[in-house]
């Protein structure tokens, strides 16, 4: 395993790369991660699709510091790390990105292709009829069905969740579906104690077997969710590298494995095999005829 810019630069400069990106990626954009070292330790479990499917009490709760969370989430802006990231798909190195997270913020920088593997904040389905609504349309409706609810935040974890005393969520009204009337409505995310659509795991898993490189970004691996494409990569024989701040799950399979904070890292990555115009720096790929 080697820990260098150096061999990480020369990686990336080889093209055919897959991003898999996580909470680390998207704290310096002021949203929390509550696993790694810049994160504040989750003050509640999160909830279980089970506990929000049969729960109206936590479906309440769930709802009620949604609605305040979101505020946070909904302003949340890319960062330096997710606009390089996007610089490096432009230039045609990166050939798609694999997030666990649910901010939009990949997109919001210009990436595409995008998988969001566990989906995105800012739509909302509904259970019963299967529409798919936007959030913004949703905080609207709330907000109308709750006009006095004014609630002080104590913290907010990277889903949008929110910690809030029990009597603030005794008020909350929390609305159902708009489009069949009665429908339970749901984040369009994937819950814990929920499975992610097969097919878009399927999608990931091809996207990494036909990847040169598999690049970690801002992930502790500590979920089987994000941690089996490692291991796939890792049985394919394709060369990954980790990026994170503090150990990962997936350091065994690690052949390039960098301790950095990301905001500073990628840009300078990007300006290293991208080039930057601005500051006269010649790309790797273009000197080294890539
Ligand atoms: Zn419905």
């Given at each position: 395993?080697?820990?260098?810019?150096?061999?990480?630069?020369?990686?990336?400069a080889?093209?055919?790369?897959?991003?898999?990106?996580?909470?680390g990626?998207?704290?310096?954009?002021?949203?929390p991660?509550y696993?790694?070292?810049?994160g504040?330790?989750?003050?509640?479990?999160p909830?279980?699709?089970?506990?929000?499917?049969?729960?109206?009490?936590?479906?309440?709760?769930?709802?009620?510091?949604?609605?305040?969370?979101w505020?946070?989430?909904?302003?949340?802006?890319?960062?330096?790390?997710?606009?390089?990231?996007?610089?490096?798909?432009?230039?045609?190195?990166?050939?798609a990105?694999?997030?666990?997270?649910?901010?939009?913020?990949?997109?919001?920088?210009?990436?595409?292709?995008?998988?969001e593997?566990?989906?995105?904040?800012d739509?909302?389905?509904?259970?019963?009829?299967?529409?798919?609504?936007?959030?913004?349309e949703l905080?609207?409706?709330m907000?109308?069905?709750?006009?006095?609810?004014?609630?002080?935040?104590?913290a907010?974890?990277?889903?949008?969740?929110?910690?809030?005393?029990?009597?603030?969520?005794a008020?909350?009204?929390?609305?159902?579906?708009?489009?069949?009337?009665?429908?339970?409505?749901?984040?369009?995310?994937?819950?814990?104690?929920?499975?992610?659509?097969?097919?878009?795991?399927?999608?990931?898993?091809?996207l990494?077997?036909?990847?040169?490189a598999?690049l970690v970004?801002?992930?502790?691996?500590?979920?089987?969710?994000?941690?089996?494409?490692?291991?796939?990569?890792?049985?394919c024989?394709?060369?990954?590298?980790?990026?994170?701040?503090?150990?990962?799950?997936?350091?065994?399979?690690?052949?390039?494995?960098?301790?950095?904070p990301?905001?500073?890292?990628l840009?300078?990555?990007?300006d290293?095999?991208?080039?930057?115009?601005?500051?006269?720096?010649?790309?790797?790929?273009?000197?080294?005829?890539?």
């Amino acid at each position: 395993m080697t820990e260098s810019l150096d061999a990480l630069t020369s990686l990336v400069a080889g093209g055919g790369v897959v991003v898999l990106s996580g909470a680390g990626l998207s704290t310096e954009s002021g949203i929390p991660d509550y696993r790694g070292p810049s994160g504040v330790a989750r003050r509640h479990t999160p909830m279980t699709f089970q506990a929000f499917t049969r729960d109206p009490l936590a479906r309440r709760r769930y709802w009620a510091r949604s609605h305040l969370g979101w505020r946070l989430i909904a302003r949340a802006e890319p960062n330096a790390g997710h606009r390089a990231v996007a610089r490096l798909q432009r230039a045609g190195l990166v050939d798609a990105v694999i997030t666990q997270n649910v901010d939009g913020l990949h997109s919001a920088a210009g990436s595409a292709p995008v998988v969001e593997l566990h989906g995105r904040l800012d739509e909302v389905t509904c259970l019963d009829c299967g529409n798919l609504t936007s959030r913004e349309e949703l905080d609207r409706r709330m907000r109308e069905a709750n006009p006095d609810f004014v609630a002080r935040v104590a913290a907010v974890n990277p889903d949008g969740d929110v910690d809030l005393p029990d009597e603030q969520v005794a008020a909350f009204r929390p609305v159902d579906c708009g489009i069949c009337g009665t429908g339970m409505l749901k984040p369009d995310v994937v819950f814990f104690g929920e499975t992610v659509p097969p097919q878009r795991v399927a999608r990931c898993f091809a996207l990494v077997e036909q990847a040169r490189a598999l690049l970690v970004l801002g992930s502790s691996l500590t979920v089987m969710s994000g941690r089996r494409f490692v291991i796939r990569a890792g049985k394919c024989g394709i060369p990954v590298a980790i990026v994170n701040q503090g150990p990962t799950r997936g350091d065994g399979y690690a052949t390039v494995r960098v301790d950095a904070p990301l905001g500073e890292l990628l840009p300078a990555l990007a300006d290293r095999v991208v080039g930057d115009a601005d500051a006269g720096v010649t790309p790797l790929a273009t000197a080294a005829g890539v």
